[in-house]
T-cell receptor, first 117, second 114 residues
Framework: DGGITQSPKYLFRKEGQNVTLSCEQNLNHDAMYWYRQDPGQGLRLIYYSQIVNDFQKGDIAEGYSVSREKKESFPLTVTSAQKNPTAFYLC????????????????FGEGSRLTVL | AQSVAQPEDQVNVAEGNPLTVKCTYSVSGNPYLFWYVQYPNRGLQFLLKYITGDNLVKGSYGFEAEFNKSQTSFHLKKPSALVSDSALYFCAVRDIGSARQLTFGSGTQLTVLP
């Protein structure tokens, strides 16, 4: 079935360590997104990519990094510079690659919960 | 700029009663509007969307939403709530013709009491 796969589902990290969250989609979507979710704060955009080998910072990019070497993959690295990384991370994709031509509808993965010990 | 507000953090309703989850939006042009639902430790699932046409939009699991341009609202409704409807609901908006991404509300926790 087509969809978005995030891994791992749960991840524990010691302070000072970098971790990478995986996001893979087989929907043939051009655009991919990473959101952070904290209780009571809704979804905040970290990074997004509208095409392979290009990505843009969202609202809270500090302490995070991404790459987009393949259309189907958009991994997120949470670096040691991220001061409060414990959160639920959601990856999404869209057939709309920007320019205002589509609806912008997003399809989400099941999320990855990162806990810093 | 585009924004969306969900004025209620929590909505409680008895099973079998009608439910409403409120959403208001702000865009400079015309909007695309969405509702998503999230169960604990899961991703967001699409419920319904308004693109154009009929102001009453029907979606998954018996939910519907009414687009009201004069009140800039897109409230989510269901005639008879189920305990299994208990979840976190997000409204989202995008300005038609804008290159911006979807903007999400802060979410409303719906609890249906048996």
């Amino acid at each position: 079935d087509g969809g978005i796969t995030q891994s791992p589902k749960y991840l524990f990290r010691k302070e000072g360590q970098n971790v990478t969250l995986s996001c893979e989609q087989n929907l043939n979507h051009d655009a991919m997104y990473w959101y952070r979710q904290d209780p009571g704060q809704g979804l905040r955009l970290i990074y997004y990519s509208q095409i392979v080998n290009d990505f843009q910072k969202g609202d809270i990019a500090e302490g995070y990094s991404v790459s987009r070497e393949k259309k189907e993959s958009f991994p997120l690295t949470v670096t040691s510079a991220q001061k409060n990384p414990t959160a639920f991370y959601l990856c999404a994709s869209s057939a709309d690659s920007g320019g205002g031509k589509g609806t912008g509808e997003l399809f989400f993965g099941e999320g990855s919960r990162l806990t810093v010990l | 700029a585009q924004s969306v507000a969900q004025p209620e953090d929590q909505v409680n309703v008895a099973e079998g009663n009608p439910l409403t989850v409120k959403c208001t939006y702000s865009v400079s042009g015309n909007p695309y509007l969405f509702w998503y639902v999230q169960y604990p430790n899961r991703g967001l699932q699409f419920l319904l969307k308004y693109i154009t046409g009929d102001n009453l939009v029907k979606g998954s699991y018996g939910f519907e939403a009414e687009f009201n341009k004069s009140q800039t609202s897109f409230h989510l409704k269901k005639p008879s709530a189920l305990v299994s409807d208990s979840a976190l609901y997000f409204c989202a908006v995008r300005d038609i013709g804008s290159a911006r991404q979807l903007t999400f509300g802060s979410g409303t926790q719906l609890t249906v009491l048996p």
